[in-house]
Each structure stands twice: as structure tokens, then as C-alpha cells.
């Protein structure tokens, strides 16, 4: 028999869930704390002053003085002191920022970079260039407590490996080690899937806030899926869980995916399709060109119309598949999606309607990302905060701090 | 886990504003006839019609624009009298009009505060005037104004609607009715109005919104209420319908078991 957690373990864990209160909700006060953490006031006063002791934390008068009566002080997170490296290999762009605790963008680099097949190790080499350029200029005391970057791609769990990364002609790429080798820090450095990322991030920080059963679809240049379900990001057995871009709506008859199966979901409903159906410019694509289809749609283009009632017919029926699979309570559109739901929610919308369980979809939201091209680069900050926000102090022990 | 404070799964809030029989004439016309209307708080509730279907006056009949010649008003489960824009506000209603009432030569700050600090007996500062309109700003995660002592005319069409959206809630009203406040925009700022009109919503507000456009209605909304020559010809929940469903209800009243009976006769 097990015994139960000692009070070392029940103390790390306390100072673990504090710290995320505030990395996550921003200062307050230790009687919210408190509260929202079940636990008296004087086992928070002794949580707080250890981690503000570590440098973790720090109390101070909340912004907005000028209330009547004595303004009772807050517990803010360190930004400026621990942050982590997140990066993001996009389609067009490699992106790299240093992210201070509580989510503050304090440094960001963007690498424009042509579509098409890149070598992972020239990719590890720009990257780690920009993350040591940055951990460089920061101020001497700080600390860097964690590594993450997301891939459009298969990533095998726990080790990270990147089994398929299609659009970069990735095969079995030790890319995390070989970013961790590059930046020489010492530290891990964690690889995910971008929509599994972008969910996280949807669900902590943006439009799934507060939203414990969330699928996030992810457009760029396909269609990438996050899930999370019970507050917990699905992953499946090895890590490939949620590639929603892949689910069959229309194997019959559809287009050829990517994947070398036909009908998948992006192939129906990716950017290609759309723009494909709209007849735009073959050589026009990305966010402007998905863009420009939705905005020709407005001003009553047939042919734009018809191309995003088609892609939102797939849309619909894709989601609700999910729906009645999964009961989701929102659905996010990010990335082009996001423009491609507001030119067709109409026909997603009804598409649902018809084909999902009542109950099923009866409180069902669909919304779009709220934290725009940057939920990826947050959800990769999110996944390298992880561990500081487990074991604080261990944590920044083994940062050097 | 813990449990989230919005938790509930299944929130079916009583209506916060509730119209019964409303009949409504100019001169001999009829412009409404016997319409009821729930209005329920965490929730969009997307009013559509033709044009000339009735909304606008509608929604100036909830704002004590205009007053109603019958039926019943009812404000949290009482019923209340509103005849003038002065009692709408009083309970917690706000209208932002089709024609927005932003004055160009005034600063955002200024046109937040335009003829309310006196409506409600209030005399504020210029300091704290600012920092209320910082914090409701701040709250709705408005990011795209630059500075709030900007001067409203050199604002987009877009972030007028959110000046006047902000205004409309920096009150802490409860019920906001949003006439056509995506009518005049472009994609990417009628998105930041949808998403703006949907954390007005989330925040536990009760949120009318008169739209033409079906995509923005379905992407926002939680339920619809279609007008149709003036009568509410039915009222449905956004997960339950569908787009052609709704323009029949637009266009003819009816949509096989939803709508108007008779289309020239009562309601169902
Ligand atoms: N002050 C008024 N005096 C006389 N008739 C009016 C007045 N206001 C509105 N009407 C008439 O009432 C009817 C309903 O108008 P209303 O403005 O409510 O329509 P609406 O549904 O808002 O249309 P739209 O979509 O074009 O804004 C119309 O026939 C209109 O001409
Ligand atoms: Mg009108
Ligand atoms: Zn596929």
C-alpha cells in the first residue's frame, strides 16, 4: 500500500498550483487565492513569501489605486525574471520568443522563410541563432526555465520525435535534441504538434477560457487539430491523438490529401480547396489569399460564395463528427480558419444543426481564436512552463538560480 | 481538477426582458403586431427581418424611444413601464443605434461619458473618467484603439462600434442592443465587433443583435428571433435551426413547422 503524500510533496504541489493561479490568471490577491485554492490564509501568506523569496513572485499595490478604502496587495508573477524559449516552425516563418512567467511576450523573433522543404538542422541552427540572441540581451539574474517548439507534424510522445512533417519533407527527426544540442542551455527542449499547442493555448489563455472540453482546428497549410477533453490536452497512445485535419468526411469521391488518402478534411476544406473552388491564383496563398476569398464572398463574388459554402458544408460536417464523438462545448477556429468560419458560419453552423446529436450540440459554441497567429508560439510557452509550474523551486534550482 | 466558477453545463437563465403583445402604429400603419420577444443574460440573441420588418422600431420601443400603444414590458420578472430613454437606462438598457451617436470632435474619453455623468447625478474627474474608460476598454480585451484621448473621427468604422459598444456597457448595464453594428464594416473589423459582442455576452450580459448577415448571426448567436411583417414570426435557438430555415422565416414567415400560421393572419 501506498503511502499517502507527505508534507513535503502536499507543500511543492500548494506551490505549484499558486504559482499557475498567477502565471495563469494574472496578480491577485491572497484571499482570492485562498479561496480559489481552498486553503487558509496563513498557509497562503507562508506559500507566498517562499516563492517570493525564490524570486518567483512578487506582492505589490494593484494598478488601479483611487478606489475607496485600503487597497489590499497582490501577488504578481515575475515576468521579467523566469521566462522560457518557445518556437514555432510555421509554414512561411520560424518564430521564436522569450516568454516571461505569466505569459508576457518579453523578446520575439520572426524568420520569413519560403514554403517548402527545409533542412531540420538548418531550421534547429536559425532558431537557436535568434533564442541565444535573445537570451543574451536578457538581464543579467534572469532565468530560463524551459524550451518548447511545435511542428506541423507527427510527434511522437514522450521523446519528441518528429515521426512526419510533411510540408518540410521531415522524416524521423531528432529536432528537439538537436535544438537542445545547438542552444546549449542545458535544458530539454519539449517538441508538439502546432494545433495540439494552439488548443492548449485557446484553453488557457484565449477563446476556450474557463472551458474544460475544447477542439481547436488549426488552418494554414493544412488542417491541424487539438482536443482538449476534461482540461486534459488528448494525446492518444503515442502521442498522434487529434489530427482532425485527416479525419475521412468523403472518401468516395474527394480530393487527394497529403496524406495519400482521399477526402480527408483538409483536403476538402484546407486552404487548397478553397482556393482552388474560388479559382484564385494558383500562386496566391496564405492568410492575404484566404483572406481576399472571404472578402470577394462579402461583396457578393459568386464565385467566392460558392467556395466557402463548400468548404463550410466540410466544415460542418467535420465538426460534427467531433460533436458527436467528443460533446465539446467549443469549438475554435484559429488560424485561416478563422476567417473562413466568419465567411461561412452560416453553412457550418446549419450543417451541424442537421447532422449532430441534440443533445450533443445543444450548448455547443463555435468561436474563433482569440489569441490570433500567436496561439501556437503561447501554447509552446504553456508546454515549457510546465515544469516550474509542477515543481517551482526544483525547478529554478536546476536554472542555475 | 477544480471546478471552474462557469461550471454549469446547462444554463438556462430565465429571460431577463420579456415583451408580450406589442403593438406598435404610426399614424394609421401598423408597424408591429402583437409581438413578444425574450431576451435571456449570458446570451446573443439575434433579432433578423426584411428590411422594414419592424426591428429598429422594435428596439426603440425596448429603449423608450418610442412608446408601445399595447402590451407588456417586463424587466427581471416584473413588469415595468419605459417611456423614455431616462427609464430604459434606469433599469440597465442600452441601445447603440443604427446611426451612431459618436460625436467626431470629441475624444473617445469625452464621447464615453457624453450626457451620462449628469443622468446619473454623477460629477467625475477628468482622471477618473479616463480610467474608467482604460478599464472597460481593458476589459472587453479591446487592443485596437491607440490611445483613448484620441478624437473619435480619425477612429475606423470598426473601432467606432466598439467606442459605442464600451460606452454601453461602462454602466454596467445589463440588457445591450446592438442595431446593424456590422453593417458598414470590412471582414477583419467585423470580426473584432462579433468577438467583442460575444465577450459582452460571456461576461453575463443580455445581448441583442440586429444583423442582415446570416454569418454573422450563426457564428454569434444563441438564439434568433425572425420578424416578419412586423410579427415575430419565431423565436429559436441558434443550435436548432438552419440557414435555410431561417431565410424562409426572413422571407415568407414560415418554415415548415416554425413560423406564422397564416402569413397574413395571427401568430402561430
Ligand atoms: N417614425 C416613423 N414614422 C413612420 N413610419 C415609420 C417610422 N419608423 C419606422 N417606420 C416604418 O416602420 C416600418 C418598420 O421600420 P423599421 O425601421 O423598424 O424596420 P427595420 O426592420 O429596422 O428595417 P431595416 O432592416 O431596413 O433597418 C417601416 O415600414 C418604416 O417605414
Ligand atoms: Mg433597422
Ligand atoms: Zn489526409
Redesign the pocket.
Same mark, same amino acid.
Given at each position: 500500500m501506498k503511502a499517502g503524500p507527505s508534507q513535503e510533496e502536499i507543500r511543492r504541489h500548494n506551490l505549484g498550483t499558486l504559482l499557475r493561479h498567477v502565471h495563469i490568471g494574472g496578480s491577485m490577491s491572497r484571499a482570492v487565492l485562498a479561496e480559489r485554492m481552498g486553503l487558509n490564509r496563513s498557509t497562503i501568506l507562508g506559500l507566498v513569501s517562499e516563492l517570493g523569496s525564490a524570486g518567483l513572485v512578487r506582492e505589490e499595490l494593484p494598478r488601479d489605486t483611487g478606489r475607496a478604502g485600503r487597497p489590499s496587495l497582490v501577488v504578481r508573477p515575475e515576468s521579467d525574471r523566469v521566462y522560457v524559449l518557445a518556437f514555432d516552425v510555421g509554414v512561411d516563418r520560424l518564430a521564436a520568443a522569450r516568454i516571461g512567467l505569466g505569459g508576457v511576450f518579453l523578446d520575439r523573433r520572426e524568420i520569413p522563410m519560403a514554403p517548402g522543404r527545409r533542412d531540420a538542422g538548418k531550421v534547429a541552427e536559425i532558431l537557436a541563432g535568434s533564442a541565444l540572441d535573445m537570451v543574451g540581451t536578457a538581464q543579467h539574474g534572469t532565468y530560463c526555465v524551459g524550451v518548447a517548439a511545435a511542428v506541423r507534424g507527427m510527434v511522437r510522445r514522450p521523446d519528441g520525435l518528429v515521426r512526419a512533417a510533411p510540408h518540410l519533407g521531415w522524416e524521423d527527426e531528432e529536432f528537439g535534441e538537436d535544438l537542445m544540442r545547438r542552444l546549449g542551455l542545458g535544458l530539454p527542449v519539449s517538441v508538439a504538434n502546432e494545433a495540439s499547442l494552439g488548443a492548449l493555448a485557446e484553453h488557457l489563455r484565449g477563446a476556450g477560457t474557463g472551458c474544460q472540453d475544447l477542439v481547436y482546428l488549426h488552418g494554414d497549410i493544412g488542417i491541424g487539430g487539438g482536443v482538449i477533453t476534461g482540461g486534459q490536452l488528448l494525446t492518444g497512445d503515442c502521442g498522434y491523438g487529434g489530427e482532425i485535419g485527416h479525419m475521412v468526411v468523403n472518401p468516395r469521391d474527394g480530393r487527394p490529401c497529403g496524406c495519400g488518402a482521399h477526402g480527408c478534411l483538409e483536403a476538402e476544406a484546407g486552404e487548397r480547396a478553397l482556393l482552388e473552388t474560388a479559382r484564385r491564383d494558383p500562386t496566391a496563398t496564405g492568410r492575404e489569399a484566404v483572406r481576399a476569398v472571404v472578402e470577394a464572398a462579402d461583396r457578393g463574388d459568386i464565385t467566392a460564395r460558392a467556395a466557402l459554402r463548400d468548404v463550410g458544408d466540410w466544415l460542418g460536417i467535420g465538426v460534427a463528427n467531433l460533436v458527436n464523438v467528443l460533446n465539446p462545448r467549443t469549438v475554435v477556429f484559429g488560424g485561416t480558419l478563422r476567417e473562413v468560419f466568419l465567411g461561412s458560419a452560416a453553412q457550418i453552423r446549419s450543417r451541424i444543426n442537421r447532422l449532430a446529436l441534440t443533445s450533443s450540440r445543444e450548448n455547443l459554441r463555435l468561436r474563433v481564436g482569440e489569441l490570433g497567429d500567436d496561439a501556437v508560439l503561447i501554447g509552446a510557452a504553456e508546454l515549457a512552463f510546465s515544469e516550474i509550474l509542477v515543481g517551482p523551486l526544483e525547478t529554478l534550482a536546476r536554472a542555475g538560480a | 481538477m477544480t471546478a471552474t466558477p462557469n461550471a454549469n453545463p446547462n444554463p438556462k437563465p430565465d429571460p431577463i426582458l420579456r415583451l408580450r403583445g406589442i403593438d406598435k402604429s404610426?399614424?394609421a400603419?401598423q408597424?408591429l403586431h402583437d409581438v413578444s420577444f425574450d431576451v435571456h443574460p449570458g446570451e446573443v440573441t439575434a433579432l433578423v427581418? /426584411?428590411?422594414?420588418?419592424?426591428?429598429?422600431?422594435?428596439v426603440?420601443c425596448i429603449g423608450g424611444i418610442h412608446s408601445f400603444d399595447g402590451g407588456e414590458y417586463w424587466f427581471e420578472g416584473e413588469q415595468v413601464q419605459v417611456h423614455s430613454p431616462r427609464e430604459a437606462a434606469a433599469l440597465g438598457v442600452e441601445i447603440v443605434y443604427?446611426d451612431l451617436a459618436l460625436c467626431d470632435n470629441l475624444d473617445i474619453v469625452q464621447n464615453m461619458f457624453l450626457g451620462r455623468e449628469k443622468r446619473r447625478g454623477l460629477v467625475l474627474d477628468d482622471a477618473t473618467m479616463e480610467e474608467m474608460a482604460a478599464q472597460t476598454l481593458d476589459g472587453l480585451s479591446v487592443r485596437t484603439v491607440t490611445s483613448i484621448r484620441q478624437q473619435v473621427s480619425s477612429l475606423s468604422g470598426g473601432q467606432r462600434q466598439t467606442v459605442a459598444i464600451a460606452k454601453a456597457v461602462l454602466w454596467n448595464n445589463k440588457v445591450v442592443v446592438l /442595431?446593424?453594428p456590422t453593417a458598414a464594416l470590412g471582414v477583419a473589423q467585423t470580426a473584432q465587433v462579433l468577438e467583442l459582442v460575444r465577450r459582452l455576452a460571456d461576461n453575463g450580459l443580455a445581448v441583442v443583435l440586429?444583423s442582415?448577415n446570416m454569418n454573422d448571426v450563426f457564428a454569434v448567436s444563441d438564439r434568433i428571433a425572425a420578424?416578419y411583417l412586423?410579427r415575430m414570426a419565431a423565436q429559436v435557438s441558434t443550435s436548432n435551426v438552419t440557414y435555410s430555415q431561417v431565410v424562409e422565416l426572413i422571407t415568407s414567415g414560415r418554415s415548415g413547422d416554425l413560423g406564422l400560421a397564416h402569413t397574413n393572419g395571427a401568430t402561430a
Open positions: - | 404610426f399614424g400603419v408597424v427581418g /426584411d428590411n422594414g420588418a419592424g426591428k429598429s422600431t422594435l426603440k443604427q /442595431d446593424e440586429i442582415h420578424l412586423g
